[in-house]
């Protein structure tokens, strides 16, 4: 296998639900790792895409959260339906999906 051009960490973090900061997995997360790893084979961009379920990534309370290496970009609130996107703008098409980027404050 080549060297990715693109590396997607997707947060699968889990907490207690009372924990105050949240977590990814209670947004969703694993359901949208899922989502990533079903898009990969569907396209067959093994050699250009490489996905990783990943530990806590930062700002808990937006997830669920990805974050796409090497442009550093980070998701918030993804959910099943931005996978499509996210694939087609950014990790194929080289754009990241402006909606769904995490605010400045954070990232």
């Not at 990943?54 to 808990?60: H, K, M, R, V």
């Amino acid at each position: 296998m080549s060297k990715p051009l693109r590396h997607v960490f997707v947060c699968t973090q889990n907490r207690p639900p009372v924990h105050p900061r949240g977590s990814c997995a209670s947004k969703g997360a694993v359901a949208v790792l899922q989502a990533f790893w079903a898009e990969l084979q569907k396209r067959q961009a093994y050699e250009k895409v490489s996905i990783t379920n990943s530990g806590c990534i930062g700002p808990c309370e937006l997830g669920a959260n990805v974050l796409v290496y090497p442009e550093g970009v980070l998701y918030r609130g993804v959910t099943l339906e931005d996978v499509n996107e996210i694939f087609d703008s950014h990790l194929e098409g080289g754009v990241p999906v402006e909606r769904l980027l995490a605010p400045k404050a954070v990232w």
